[in-house]
Protein backbone atom coordinates (compact mmCIF):
# COMPACT_ATOMS: atom_id res chain seq x y z
CA UNK A 1 0.00 0.00 0.00
CA UNK A 2 1.40 3.17 -1.44
CA UNK A 3 1.96 5.91 1.84
CA UNK A 4 -0.11 8.98 -0.10
CA UNK A 5 -2.74 6.44 0.41
CA UNK A 6 -2.74 6.15 4.33
CA UNK A 7 -4.11 9.58 5.49
CA UNK A 8 -5.11 10.61 8.70
CA UNK A 9 -8.72 9.40 8.26
CA UNK A 10 -8.02 6.08 6.94
CA UNK A 11 -6.04 5.87 9.89
CA UNK A 12 -9.12 6.64 12.18
CA UNK A 13 -10.80 4.07 10.11
CA UNK A 14 -8.73 1.36 10.17
CA UNK A 15 -7.20 1.91 13.88
CA UNK A 16 -9.30 -0.72 15.20
CA UNK A 17 -8.30 -3.11 12.74
CA UNK A 18 -5.05 -2.47 13.49
CA UNK A 19 -5.38 -3.25 17.17
CA UNK A 20 -6.71 -6.02 16.34
CA UNK A 21 -4.17 -7.27 14.08
CA UNK A 22 -6.69 -8.00 11.23
CA UNK A 23 -4.60 -5.82 8.56
CA UNK A 24 -2.24 -7.39 6.26
CA UNK A 25 1.33 -6.74 6.91
CA UNK A 26 1.26 -3.77 3.93
CA UNK A 27 -1.82 -1.91 5.28
CA UNK A 28 0.74 -2.75 9.02
CA UNK A 29 3.33 -1.48 7.70
CA UNK A 30 2.18 1.88 5.83
CA UNK A 31 0.19 2.45 9.12
CA UNK A 32 3.00 2.66 11.09
CA UNK A 33 5.42 4.77 8.87
CA UNK A 34 2.40 7.36 9.21
CA UNK A 35 2.04 6.83 12.75
CA UNK A 36 5.85 7.71 12.78
CA UNK A 37 5.36 11.09 11.26
CA UNK A 38 1.93 12.20 12.17
CA UNK A 39 1.68 13.00 16.17
CA UNK A 40 -2.41 13.17 16.36
CA UNK A 41 -2.60 9.52 14.85
CA UNK A 42 0.15 8.32 17.15
CA UNK A 43 -1.70 10.24 19.95
CA UNK A 44 -4.95 8.36 18.72
CA UNK A 45 -3.35 5.40 18.61
CA UNK A 46 -1.51 5.42 21.98
CA UNK A 47 -4.96 6.38 23.71
CA UNK A 48 -6.66 3.75 21.94
CA UNK A 49 -3.67 0.53 23.35
CA UNK A 50 -4.02 2.75 26.79
CA UNK A 51 -7.45 1.92 27.11
CA UNK A 52 -7.53 -1.39 25.87
CA UNK A 53 -4.78 -2.48 28.45
CA UNK A 54 -6.94 -0.91 31.36
CA UNK A 55 -9.88 -2.63 30.31
CA UNK A 56 -8.04 -5.84 30.24
CA UNK A 57 -6.77 -5.16 33.78
CA UNK A 58 -10.21 -5.07 35.41
CA UNK A 59 -10.66 -7.30 37.43
CA UNK A 60 -13.45 -9.95 37.62
CA UNK A 61 -15.67 -9.05 40.15
CA UNK A 62 -16.45 -11.72 42.87
CA UNK A 63 -19.86 -12.40 43.21
CA UNK A 64 -21.15 -11.90 46.81
CA UNK A 65 -22.80 -15.14 48.39
CA UNK A 66 -25.91 -12.81 49.61
CA UNK A 67 -26.67 -12.99 46.03
CA UNK A 68 -26.63 -16.26 45.54
CA UNK A 69 -28.77 -17.24 49.17
CA UNK A 70 -31.01 -14.40 48.10
CA UNK A 71 -31.74 -16.43 44.51
CA UNK A 72 -31.92 -19.51 46.54
CA UNK A 73 -34.76 -18.06 48.99
CA UNK A 74 -36.16 -16.54 45.84
CA UNK A 75 -36.19 -20.12 44.16
CA UNK A 76 -37.66 -22.01 46.76
CA UNK A 77 -40.19 -20.00 47.37
CA UNK A 78 -41.25 -20.59 43.42
CA UNK A 79 -40.58 -24.01 43.32
CA UNK A 80 -43.89 -25.40 43.48
CA UNK A 81 -45.00 -22.36 40.78
CA UNK A 82 -42.61 -23.20 38.59
CA UNK A 83 -42.67 -27.02 37.99
CA UNK A 84 -46.64 -27.23 37.90
CA UNK A 85 -46.72 -29.66 35.13
CA UNK A 86 -44.62 -32.09 36.17
CA UNK A 87 -45.47 -32.40 39.56
CA UNK A 88 -48.96 -32.74 38.71
CA UNK A 89 -47.77 -35.24 36.01
CA UNK A 90 -46.16 -37.21 38.48
CA UNK A 91 -48.66 -37.09 41.38
CA UNK A 92 -51.21 -38.03 38.59
CA UNK A 93 -49.35 -41.48 37.81
CA UNK A 94 -48.56 -41.93 41.49
CA UNK A 95 -51.93 -42.05 42.54
CA UNK A 96 -53.24 -43.67 39.46
CA UNK A 97 -50.48 -46.41 40.02
CA UNK A 98 -52.01 -46.30 44.27
CA UNK A 99 -55.40 -47.25 42.86
CA UNK A 100 -54.62 -50.39 40.59
CA UNK A 101 -52.85 -51.36 43.29
CA UNK A 102 -55.21 -51.26 46.16
CA UNK A 103 -57.94 -52.69 43.71
CA UNK A 104 -55.52 -55.41 42.96
CA UNK A 105 -55.17 -56.34 46.40
CA UNK A 106 -59.22 -55.91 47.34
CA UNK A 107 -59.61 -58.49 44.58
CA UNK A 108 -57.06 -60.71 45.71
CA UNK A 109 -57.91 -60.68 49.23
CA UNK A 110 -61.68 -61.13 48.25
CA UNK A 111 -61.10 -64.37 45.98
CA UNK A 112 -58.88 -65.65 48.69
CA UNK A 113 -61.31 -65.19 51.49
CA UNK A 114 -63.90 -66.99 49.04
CA UNK A 115 -61.80 -70.02 48.57
CA UNK A 116 -60.26 -70.11 52.03
CA UNK A 117 -64.08 -70.53 52.76
CA UNK A 118 -64.96 -72.98 50.26
CA UNK A 119 -62.03 -75.07 51.55
CA UNK A 120 -63.26 -74.40 55.76
CA UNK A 121 -66.93 -75.96 55.07
CA UNK A 122 -66.71 -79.86 56.03
CA UNK A 123 -67.53 -82.59 54.24
CA UNK A 124 -69.74 -85.75 56.01
CA UNK A 125 -67.97 -88.50 55.07
CA UNK A 126 -68.37 -91.35 56.88
CA UNK A 127 -65.54 -93.85 57.47
CA UNK A 128 -65.62 -97.77 56.27
CA UNK A 129 -64.28 -98.01 60.22
CA UNK A 130 -67.47 -96.39 61.52
CA UNK A 131 -69.80 -98.18 59.24
CA UNK A 132 -68.75 -101.59 60.60
CA UNK A 133 -69.18 -100.57 64.01
CA UNK A 134 -72.94 -99.22 63.71
CA UNK A 135 -73.39 -102.26 61.64
CA UNK A 136 -72.10 -104.39 64.30
CA UNK A 137 -74.39 -102.32 66.96
CA UNK A 138 -77.23 -102.86 65.00
CA UNK A 139 -76.72 -106.44 65.30
CA UNK A 140 -75.55 -106.49 68.73
CA UNK A 141 -78.55 -104.59 69.37
CA UNK A 142 -81.08 -106.78 67.29
CA UNK A 143 -79.37 -109.73 69.01
CA UNK A 144 -80.10 -108.75 72.25
CA UNK A 145 -83.51 -108.06 71.22
CA UNK A 146 -84.23 -111.26 70.26
CA UNK A 147 -82.74 -112.78 74.08
CA UNK A 148 -85.35 -110.78 75.48
CA UNK A 149 -87.77 -111.56 73.23
CA UNK A 150 -87.35 -115.43 74.08
CA UNK A 151 -86.96 -115.26 77.94
CA UNK A 152 -90.04 -113.50 77.53
CA UNK A 153 -91.28 -116.28 75.23
CA UNK A 154 -94.90 -115.73 75.81
CA UNK A 155 -94.99 -112.33 74.71
CA UNK A 156 -93.28 -112.10 71.43
CA UNK A 157 -92.02 -115.51 69.28
CA UNK A 158 -88.40 -115.91 67.55
CA UNK A 159 -90.64 -115.77 64.24
CA UNK A 160 -92.09 -112.99 64.58
CA UNK A 161 -88.52 -110.96 65.90
CA UNK A 162 -87.06 -112.95 62.69
CA UNK A 163 -89.55 -111.91 60.38
CA UNK A 164 -90.92 -108.66 61.37
CA UNK A 165 -88.87 -106.74 63.50
CA UNK A 166 -85.41 -107.53 62.82
CA UNK A 167 -85.60 -106.92 58.72
CA UNK A 168 -87.59 -103.25 60.17
CA UNK A 169 -84.59 -102.54 61.80
CA UNK A 170 -82.37 -103.25 59.41
CA UNK A 171 -84.10 -101.72 57.06
CA UNK A 172 -84.26 -98.28 58.89
CA UNK A 173 -80.61 -98.83 60.17
CA UNK A 174 -79.19 -99.10 56.40
CA UNK A 175 -81.79 -95.77 55.53
CA UNK A 176 -79.52 -94.00 58.18
CA UNK A 177 -75.79 -94.95 57.26
CA UNK A 178 -77.22 -94.36 53.30
CA UNK A 179 -78.49 -90.65 54.05
CA UNK A 180 -74.91 -90.25 56.22
CA UNK A 181 -72.78 -91.87 53.16
CA UNK A 182 -74.63 -90.30 50.57
CA UNK A 183 -77.10 -86.84 51.22
CA UNK A 184 -77.94 -86.54 48.16
CA UNK A 185 -79.58 -90.13 47.53
CA UNK A 186 -81.79 -88.96 49.83
CA UNK A 187 -83.31 -85.83 48.19
CA UNK A 188 -83.46 -87.79 45.07
CA UNK A 189 -85.76 -90.29 46.83
CA UNK B 1 -30.29 -30.40 40.70
CA UNK B 2 -26.41 -30.98 41.57
CA UNK B 3 -25.09 -29.43 37.91
CA UNK B 4 -27.44 -26.57 38.76
CA UNK B 5 -25.55 -25.36 41.41
CA UNK B 6 -22.30 -26.05 39.67
CA UNK B 7 -23.39 -23.64 36.67
CA UNK B 8 -24.10 -21.42 39.17
CA UNK B 9 -20.65 -21.45 40.69
CA UNK B 10 -18.88 -21.72 38.06
CA UNK B 11 -20.60 -18.89 35.96
CA UNK B 12 -21.78 -16.75 39.16
CA UNK B 13 -18.96 -13.70 39.13
CA UNK B 14 -18.95 -13.63 35.31
CA UNK B 15 -22.59 -12.98 35.52
CA UNK B 16 -21.82 -10.32 38.51
CA UNK B 17 -18.94 -8.76 36.57
CA UNK B 18 -20.71 -8.22 33.23
CA UNK B 19 -24.22 -6.66 35.79
CA UNK B 20 -21.46 -4.38 37.39
CA UNK B 21 -19.57 -2.82 34.81
CA UNK B 22 -22.86 -2.79 32.26
CA UNK B 23 -24.60 -0.93 35.16
CA UNK B 24 -21.42 0.70 36.97
CA UNK B 25 -23.80 0.09 40.37
CA UNK B 26 -23.12 -2.92 42.86
CA UNK B 27 -26.31 -2.89 44.21
CA UNK B 28 -28.52 -2.64 40.77
CA UNK B 29 -25.66 -5.49 39.47
CA UNK B 30 -26.37 -7.71 42.86
CA UNK B 31 -30.50 -7.67 42.09
CA UNK B 32 -29.84 -8.47 38.09
CA UNK B 33 -27.15 -11.21 39.12
CA UNK B 34 -29.81 -12.71 40.95
CA UNK B 35 -32.81 -12.61 38.89
CA UNK B 36 -30.54 -13.44 36.03
CA UNK B 37 -29.79 -16.83 38.41
CA UNK B 38 -33.71 -17.33 39.11
CA UNK B 39 -34.46 -17.49 35.18
CA UNK B 40 -31.36 -19.80 34.81
CA UNK B 41 -33.53 -21.88 37.14
CA UNK B 42 -36.85 -20.87 35.76
CA UNK B 43 -35.80 -21.89 32.67
CA UNK B 44 -33.39 -24.91 33.37
CA UNK B 45 -35.14 -28.09 31.78
CA UNK B 46 -34.39 -25.70 28.28
CA UNK B 47 -30.85 -24.96 29.02
CA UNK B 48 -29.12 -27.79 30.97
CA UNK B 49 -27.15 -29.74 28.17
CA UNK B 50 -26.53 -26.48 26.29
CA UNK B 51 -23.86 -23.66 26.37
CA UNK B 52 -25.65 -22.53 29.82
CA UNK B 53 -22.87 -19.45 30.10
CA UNK B 54 -24.01 -17.80 26.34
CA UNK B 55 -26.90 -18.31 27.41
CA UNK B 56 -26.78 -16.24 30.78
CA UNK B 57 -25.04 -13.89 29.28
CA UNK B 58 -27.47 -13.27 26.75
CA UNK B 59 -29.92 -13.52 29.76
CA UNK B 60 -27.80 -10.81 31.89
CA UNK B 61 -27.50 -8.17 29.52
CA UNK B 62 -31.41 -8.08 29.08
CA UNK B 63 -32.03 -7.91 32.56
CA UNK B 64 -29.07 -5.16 32.81
CA UNK B 65 -30.60 -3.56 30.03
CA UNK B 66 -34.19 -3.59 32.15
CA UNK B 67 -32.51 -1.70 34.73
CA UNK B 68 -31.17 0.68 32.77
CA UNK B 69 -34.66 1.55 30.96
CA UNK B 70 -35.92 1.13 35.05
CA UNK B 71 -33.27 3.66 36.06
CA UNK B 72 -34.25 6.33 32.88
CA UNK B 73 -37.90 6.20 33.99
CA UNK B 74 -37.15 7.23 37.50
CA UNK B 75 -37.75 4.22 39.37
CA UNK B 76 -34.80 3.35 40.58
CA UNK B 77 -33.10 4.23 43.61
CA UNK B 78 -29.45 6.49 42.87
CA UNK B 79 -27.29 6.92 46.03
CA UNK B 80 -23.61 6.81 47.22
CA UNK B 81 -20.85 6.37 45.61
CA UNK B 82 -22.53 5.51 42.73
CA UNK B 83 -24.35 8.80 41.61
CA UNK B 84 -21.71 9.90 38.98
CA UNK B 85 -22.67 7.06 37.17
CA UNK B 86 -26.30 7.75 37.36
CA UNK B 87 -26.04 11.14 36.70
CA UNK B 88 -24.13 10.10 33.45
CA UNK B 89 -27.15 8.18 32.14
CA UNK B 90 -29.16 11.80 31.56
CA UNK B 91 -28.62 13.74 28.46
CA UNK B 92 -27.04 16.29 28.08
CA UNK B 93 -25.01 15.53 31.64
CA UNK B 94 -22.29 17.95 31.05
CA UNK B 95 -18.52 16.57 32.16
CA UNK B 96 -17.60 17.39 35.80
CA UNK B 97 -13.99 18.83 35.63
CA UNK B 98 -13.41 18.46 39.05
CA UNK B 99 -14.34 14.76 38.50
CA UNK B 100 -12.00 14.40 36.08
CA UNK B 101 -8.97 15.84 38.35
CA UNK B 102 -9.86 13.68 41.20
CA UNK B 103 -10.18 10.57 39.15
CA UNK B 104 -6.74 9.98 37.72
CA UNK B 105 -6.75 6.63 37.81
CA UNK B 106 -7.28 5.52 33.77
CA UNK B 107 -8.53 2.46 34.63
CA UNK B 108 -11.28 3.91 37.20
CA UNK B 109 -12.29 6.44 34.11
CA UNK B 110 -12.41 3.66 31.67
CA UNK B 111 -14.81 1.66 33.99
CA UNK B 112 -16.92 4.65 34.01
CA UNK B 113 -16.73 6.07 30.62
CA UNK B 114 -18.25 2.40 29.56
CA UNK B 115 -21.40 2.95 31.72
CA UNK B 116 -21.82 5.83 29.12
CA UNK B 117 -21.73 4.15 25.70
CA UNK B 118 -24.47 2.89 24.26
CA UNK B 119 -25.78 -0.55 23.95
CA UNK B 120 -25.11 -3.23 21.90
CA UNK B 121 -21.66 -1.79 21.99
CA UNK B 122 -21.18 -1.55 25.84
CA UNK B 123 -22.35 -5.32 26.24
CA UNK B 124 -19.90 -6.05 23.47
CA UNK B 125 -16.76 -4.38 24.74
CA UNK B 126 -17.57 -5.66 28.11
CA UNK B 127 -17.33 -9.55 27.03
CA UNK B 128 -14.25 -8.85 24.38
CA UNK B 129 -12.19 -6.78 26.60
CA UNK B 130 -13.08 -7.71 29.55
CA UNK B 131 -13.82 -10.90 29.99
CA UNK B 132 -11.91 -11.57 26.86
CA UNK B 133 -14.25 -13.92 25.19
CA UNK B 134 -13.88 -14.91 21.47
CA UNK B 135 -15.53 -13.42 18.77
CA UNK B 136 -17.50 -16.73 18.03
CA UNK B 137 -17.89 -17.13 22.12
CA UNK B 138 -19.44 -13.09 21.80
CA UNK B 139 -21.94 -13.96 18.53
CA UNK B 140 -22.69 -16.98 20.57
CA UNK B 141 -23.72 -15.57 23.61
CA UNK B 142 -25.62 -12.16 22.38
CA UNK B 143 -26.88 -13.91 18.60
CA UNK B 144 -24.93 -11.27 16.85
CA UNK B 145 -23.27 -11.93 13.56
CA UNK B 146 -19.79 -12.15 13.70
CA UNK B 147 -18.76 -9.39 11.58
CA UNK B 148 -21.22 -7.12 13.04
CA UNK B 149 -19.72 -8.47 16.31
CA UNK B 150 -16.62 -6.33 15.14
CA UNK B 151 -17.88 -3.36 13.79
CA UNK B 152 -19.62 -2.72 17.22
CA UNK B 153 -16.65 -3.82 19.22
CA UNK B 154 -14.76 -1.28 16.99
CA UNK B 155 -17.42 1.57 17.19
CA UNK B 156 -17.67 0.70 21.13
CA UNK B 157 -14.01 1.40 21.54
CA UNK B 158 -14.00 4.68 19.48
CA UNK B 159 -17.37 5.43 21.54
CA UNK B 160 -14.95 5.00 25.01
CA UNK B 161 -12.04 7.26 23.33
CA UNK B 162 -14.50 9.84 22.86
CA UNK B 163 -16.00 9.65 26.42
CA UNK B 164 -12.24 9.87 27.60
CA UNK B 165 -11.36 12.69 25.46
CA UNK B 166 -14.57 14.20 26.94
CA UNK B 167 -13.61 13.99 30.20
CA UNK B 168 -10.12 15.57 30.17
CA UNK B 169 -8.12 12.33 29.65
CA UNK B 170 -6.08 13.81 26.94
CA UNK B 171 -2.97 13.75 28.97
CA UNK B 172 -3.37 9.41 28.54
CA UNK B 173 -2.77 10.13 24.73
CA UNK B 174 1.17 11.03 25.03
Known amino acids: MKDENITCSWVTEHLEAFLDCDLTSKEAEGLERHLSSCPGCRAERNLA ?98 EVGLKSASAVSEDVVESKVRPSLKKAVRKVLDIRMNPFKNNKT | MRDFEDTVAEFRNRIYSLSYYFLGHKEEAEDATQEALIRLWENWN ?13 VTRNVCMDVLRKRRSGHAVVSGN ?54 AEITEALGIPLPTVKVYLHRGRRMLREQLRERGADAYER
Open chain 1, 49 to 146: IRIQTALRALPEEICPDRVINAARDVIEKKKPSIEPLRICKVRLFSRALALVAVAAIVIAGTISFFAWRQRQIPEEKVSTQQMILARRQVELTLAYIG
Open chain 2, 46 to 58: KVRGTNALAWLLR
Open chain 2, 82 to 135: DFDAALATIPGNAPDPREALETSDLQEQVRKALTRIDEPYRSIVILREIQQMSY
